[in-house]
C-alpha cells in the first residue's frame, strides 16, 4: 500500500469513447504528477500539479486532459484516442517547498488499451 | 538533468549482497541522487536518495562516491521478492514540484 489508489486498474476503450481516470493520494501531499510508461519505454512525464496548478505540459496531445480539483484528487480525461496512447499510465505524488529532496510516491496504475 | 548510466541487467544469487552501479558524471552540487524499482506489473517504489554522505534506510544502503560521479544501490540480503527494474535518477531539488527523468533502468534478478 502506497498511499496513492488509481482507478481502474484496466481499462480497454474504443478509439471515439471518453473515459476518465482517477488518482487519489492519502499522504496529504501538494503535488500530483501523471507519467506514460509505453512498452519497452521508459516512463514519460506527461504532467505536473503543484498545488492544484498545472506546472508542467511536457508536450502532450490536447486528447488528454488533466484536472487537478484538490490536492487529494487527480485525474486524466481521455477522448478519440489512438492505438499508440495504449499503455500504463501512473500517478504520483510528492511533498514539495519543504527541501531535503522528498521522494515521489507512485500508484500502481491503469492499463489502458485503446482498440 | 544529469544523465545516469547503469548497466542493462544483472543476477545476483538469493541470500547475497546485490550491489547496483549507477554512473553520474554530468552532476552537479545540488542535484540528489534517487533510487527507485519497478516490479512487474506495479508502480515504482521508492527505496533511497542521497546528496553527498552514504545513506541506509530498511531497505538498502546508497554508496557515493567522494566525487559523486557514481554511486552504488546494495540490497544487503536479497530476496526472490527483490527481482525488478531499478532505477537510479540524478534530480535537482528547485522550486515547484519535481520532474523525475527515467532511464532504462537496471534488471535484476535474484536466482535460488
Known amino acids: 500500500e502506497t498511499g496513492v489508489t488509481q482507478t481502474p486498474r484496466h481499462l480497454v476503450m474504443g478509439m471515439t469513447n471518453k473515459k476518465s481516470l482517477k488518482c487519489e493520494q492519502h499522504l496529504g501531499h501538494n503535488a500530483m504528477y501523471w507519467y506514460k510508461q509505453s512498452a519497452k519505454k521508459p516512463l514519460e512525464l506527461m504532467f505536473v500539479?503543484?498545488?492544484?496548478?498545472?506546472?508542467e505540459n511536457n508536450s502532450v496531445p490536447s486528447r488528454f486532459s488533466p484536472e487537478c480539483p484538490n490536492s487529494s484528487h487527480l485525474f486524466l480525461h481521455l477522448h478519440t484516442l489512438q492505438p499508440e496512447d495504449s499503455a500504463l499510465y501512473l500517478c504520483a505524488s510528492s511533498q514539495e517547498g519543504g527541501g531535503a529532496g522528498q521522494p515521489q510516491h507512485f500508484g500502481d496504475g491503469t492499463r489502458l488499451s485503446i482498440l | 538533468d544529469a544523465k545516469t548510466t547503469q548497466p542493462t541487467s544483472m543476477d545476483c544469487a538469493e541470500g547475497r549482497a546485490a550491489n547496483l552501479p549507477c554512473n553520474h558524471s554530468t552532476i552537479s552540487g545540488n542535484e540528489y541522487v534517487y533510487w527507485y524499482r519497478q516490479i512487474h506489473s506495479q508502480g515504482p517504489q521508492y527505496i533511497i536518495h542521497g546528496l553527498k554522505n552514504n545513506e541506509t534506510n530498511e531497505m538498502a544502503s546508497l554508496i557515493i562516491t567522494e566525487d559523486r560521479k557514481s554511486s552504488t544501490l546494495i540490497l544487503p540480503h536479497a530476496t526472490l521478492r527483490d527481482t525488478a527494474v531499478y532505477y537510479c535518477i540524478v534530480r535537482a531539488i528547485i522550486q515547484g514540484a519535481q520532474k523525475l527523468v527515467f532511464g532504462q533502468g537496471t534488471r535484476l534478478t535474484i536466482n535460488p
Open positions: 500539479y503543484n498545488f492544484k496548478e498545472q506546472t
